[in-house]
């Protein structure tokens, strides 16, 4: 398969928008809103990109991964997925762990000798341990896996059904009525549940390119107008208690992931070599974000900026550092090779 430039444009766009998403989250653990409108922009902010976010990068793993498992069977598929996906897991999980308590409980600036770090779980690296799951759920199962995914499947009546069923699966809302997060050890069943059917729906994307990419192309400008229409409604009623509330939200979800990757698949079908050097630093980047987000965040609030610079400022430093880490430290070293599956020669 010649390897799609839009789903690469994609996956980089995601990931650069994750380090805008939790630098909104997290700004106002360290800083008061200076008024209501400055919260409420933030909270729309980064209830808006999670509405598509993680949905459509498990999306984007299903289809690579029944890539993978069509042209190299399932133990050459396996034996990729512990190599890309859990050896960096088991790798960075507790550095990160560490890091992440470091920085976001401002140890250089309080002199804590020492800070809490229990319960560990997964942080931000939850999806990784939940793509480990579901490849070995490929792998265990890949002979009735395969036939499954070639079955015919109607790529509208599949956004429907799941708009429709996801929000009678318990556990896939937090308590703000959004998409749920689940990082421990032993994640929520329905939340699995939801984003292995998600993942499922991109494996199944592959082995059926032609329906549903035309599909996605075809009906990615429809599908961002309901993303926009259904998550203003929800942001406007999500606390009057309205038992259609989970549905309007679901149909954000589901236009949104869908749609998000049916515009990259029409309109970004092409890579420049600056987005692609983006697209190969990108899981060096997921990997090392939050601990610089947090520190960002503390350091600029401390300098007396306002909510809007320090998320914009948090943004840029961190992926700038990202990038340029990704250059010197990773890209031309055995690293590149545990992330990208290669090392890039040094020119």
């Known amino acids: 398969m010649e390897r799609l430039a839009s789903l690469d444009n994609a996956r980089a766009t995601l990931l650069l928008l994750g380090v805008l998403f939790h630098a909104s989250v997290f700004i106002y653990l360290y800083q008061k809103p200076a008024s209501l409108g400055e919260f409420l922009l933030v909270v729309f902010t980064h209830q808006f990109l999670h509405v598509f976010r993680m949905p459509a990068f498990f ?3 299903g289809f690579f991964a029944a890539y993978l498992l069509q042209t190299r069977g399932p133990n050459k598929f396996f034996q990729n997925r512990l190599q890309r996906i859990a050896l960096p897991l088991a790798i960075f999980w507790i550095p990160l762990t560490f890091a992440n308590a470091w920085a976001s409980q401002g140890a250089w600036l309080t002199s804590r000798s020492t800070f809490d770090v229990l319960p560990i779980d997964f942080a931000h690296l939850w999806f990784l341990y939940f793509l480990v799951l579901y490849s070995v759920v490929f792998w265990a199962f890949s002979a009735p896996l395969r036939k499954l995914l070639t079955k015919r499947v109607s790529p509208l009546a599949f956004l429907l059904l799941l ?21 421990r050890l032993f994640p929520d069943p329905g939340l699995l549940l939801l984003y292995f059917v998600i993942f499922l729906s991109g494996a199944i994307a592959y082995n059926q390119q032609e329906r549903w990419l035309a ?3 075809k009906g990615a400008t429809w599908l961002f107008v309901v993303l926009l229409l259904s998550f203003t409604a929800f ?3 999500q606390d009057w208690g309205l038992i259609g509330t989970p549905w309007i939200y679901a149909a954000s979800v589901v236009s949104g992931t869908y749609g998000v990757l049916g515009l990259f698949l029409r309109f970004a079908t092409k890579q420049n070599r600056a987005f692609k050097f983006v697209s190969d630093a990108s899981y060096w980047i997921y990997l090392i974000h939050l601990p610089l987000v947090f520190f960002s965040l503390i350091f600029l609030s401390t300098l007396g900026f306002g909510a809007l610079p320090v998320i914009l400022l ?7 550092i990202g990038v340029l880490s990704y250059k010197l430290l990773v890209r031309h070293t055995p690293v590149s090779l545990l992330l990208n599956g290669r090392i890039h020669p040094l020119r």
């Open 314 to 320: 948090t943004t840029i430093s961190t992926i700038g």
């Open 163 to 183: 708009a429709a069923a996801f929000p009678l699966i318990p556990g896939v809302f937090d308590q703000e009525g959004t998409l749920a997060t689940s990082t």
């Open 215 to 217: 599909f996605l192309r």
């Open 235 to 237: 942001f406007v009623i």
């Open 59 to 61: 999306v984007i793993a």
